[in-house]
């Protein structure tokens, strides 16, 4: 069954706007971790965001932020003020808290910035 | 500066075949990974190494072996390859199998594998 579930296959945003990208996961731990991944046509992963479980506050990196919702396993991300470079794939993704200890991915979520 | 990186970046090759993609990282992490993602960009993990000792070895069939000389690198080696084998192949590292979810992956580039 999958664990990360990311609604929506395609994204677009206008240059300079905010866009947010949605994942629900699925798990009966209490403690984990959340991330997003960013891959760019070069492929290459990138880490994005990250957000532990525990912590209320919402995780920011500059223009990304977070918004998590540990009751409704929510764990959205904003991209504000976005940029041509912010066009990629986007993948959310769990980091299981057993000892296999291994991540899980979303299918994915491909954002175009329209200039 | 590469933190994490794998060779060769494409493979063409036909079925039938053995071959093998390398990975280095220079992060001095002690665990490292081997993804696979699809046509459909799933990924899933294939493997881990911690210390060079294998951790997880998920649902894979036995043509692929990982291979690690030392804790900077981990090589997949496919034996006999099938047209299903198509896909690209990330390899990933994090500081210690044991600090738990907390532990970041940093991934590869990639390698976009073509079987014929």
């Known amino acids: 069954a999958q664990t990360v579930t990311q609604s929506q296959p395609e994204m677009s945003v206008q240059e300079a706007e905010t866009v947010t990208l949605s994942c629900t996961y699925d798990?009966?731990?209490?403690?984990?971790?959340l991330f997003w991944y960013k891959q760019p046509p070069s492929r290459q992963m990138i880490l994005v965001i990250r957000q532990e479980a525990y912590k209320q506050q919402n995780a920011t990196e500059n223009r990304f932020s977070v918004n998590f919702q540990k009751a409704a396993k929510s764990f959205s991300l904003k991209i504000s003020d976005s940029q041509l470079g912010d066009a990629a794939m986007y993948f959310c993704?769990?980091?299981?808290?057993?000892?296999?200890?291994?991540?899980?991915f979303g299918a994915g979520t491909r954002l175009t910035v329209k200039p | 500066d590469t933190a994490v990186s794998q060779t060769p970046k494409y493979l063409v090759t036909q079925m039938g075949n053995d071959k093998s993609i390398k990975c280095e990282q220079n992060?001095?992490?002690?665990?490292m990974y081997w993804y696979k993602q699809d046509s459909k960009k799933f990924l899933k993990i294939m493997f881990s190494y911690n210390n060079k000792e294998l951790i997880i070895n998920e649902t894979v069939p036995n043509r692929f072996s990982p291979k690690s000389p030392d804790k900077a690198h981990l090589n997949l080696h496919i034996n006999s390859l099938e047209l299903g084998d198509s896909a690209v192949y990330f390899c990933a590292s994090s500081q210690e199998y044991w600090a738990g979810p907390a532990d970041t992956q940093y991934f590869g580039p990639g390698t976009r594998l073509t079987v014929l």
């Open positions: 993704a769990y980091r299981t808290p057993n000892n296999n200890n291994d991540m899980r």
């Open positions: 798990t009966s731990e209490s403690d984990y971790y």
């Open positions: 992060l001095g992490h002690d665990t």
